[in-house]
């Protein structure tokens, strides 16, 4: 059975940091690019950084550069999101979410971890 | 950027058809991506590749993809099929996901 497990999220203040982690199992995932994808409460999905098979390849959305950096460790199946300087548009439930390489759409998602940040 | 735009609510009777439309510049040239996510869970993805279904996704579920506008298609609506839906494509490095439709079984 796939399975994508975020965890880390929590209650930060504005311009504090977090680490996300997601943990990968029941597929092959050193095959597949990951990604972040958030959603704000009440609002659409957002997506905000990839990172390739290989961790070759990374992008960030606008809204995130410069402030988060996405990593992972093929030998342990996991993916992580380091956030930092955040802002209370950064509220959201962050969602791991993997595609085949090679491909642009996304397989597998995890049930999401929710970052609140507030003073 | 590239933006998805999507009308924010389809109402459809059950058992009736439903369109949800998702409007881009030149959204014929790219390859379109449909999720459906329902309260409180993760999204799914019900159409790959402009109108490939994955494996488990009825039938009932199809797609196009012309011009500027792709509709994803549900035919014989169900109460099931209640749930928020979301175009997606890749574009110059970006991942886009469209505005969403909340659709409502009547």
């Known amino acids: 059975e796939v399975q994508l497990v975020e965890s880390g999220g929590g209650l930060v203040q504005p311009g504090g940091s977090l680490r996300l982690s997601c943990a990968a199992s029941?597929?092959?995932?050193?095959?597949?690019?990951m990604n972040w994808v958030r959603q704000a409460p009440g609002k659409g999905l957002e997506w905000v950084s990839y990172i390739s098979s290989t961790s070759s390849t990374l992008y960030y959305a606008d809204s995130v550069k410069g402030r988060f950096t996405i990593s992972r460790d093929n030998a342990k199946n996991s993916l992580s999101l380091q956030m930092s300087s955040l802002r209370d548009e950064d509220t959201a439930v962050y969602f791991c979410a993997g595609g085949y390489s090679g491909y642009d759409w996304f397989d597998y998602w995890g049930q999401g971890t929710l970052v609140t940040v507030s003073s | 950027s590239y933006e998805l735009t999507q009308p924010l609510s389809v109402s459809v009777a059950l058992g009736q058809t439903a369109r949800i439309t998702c409007g881009g510049n030149n959204i014929g040239g790219k390859s379109v991506n449909w999720y459906q996510q329902k309260p409180g869970q993760a999204p799914v993805l019900v159409i790959y590749?402009?109108?490939s279904r994955p494996s488990g996704i009825p039938e009932r579920f199809s797609a196009s993809n012309s011009h500027n506008t792709a509709t994803l298609t549900i035919s014989r609506a169900q109460a099931g099929d209640e749930a928020d839906y979301y175009c997606q494509v890749w574009d110059n490095f970006f991942h886009v996901f469209g505005t969403g439709t909340k659709v409502t079984v009547l």
């Open positions: 029941g597929f092959t995932f050193s095959s597949y690019n």
């Open positions: 590749r402009d109108v």
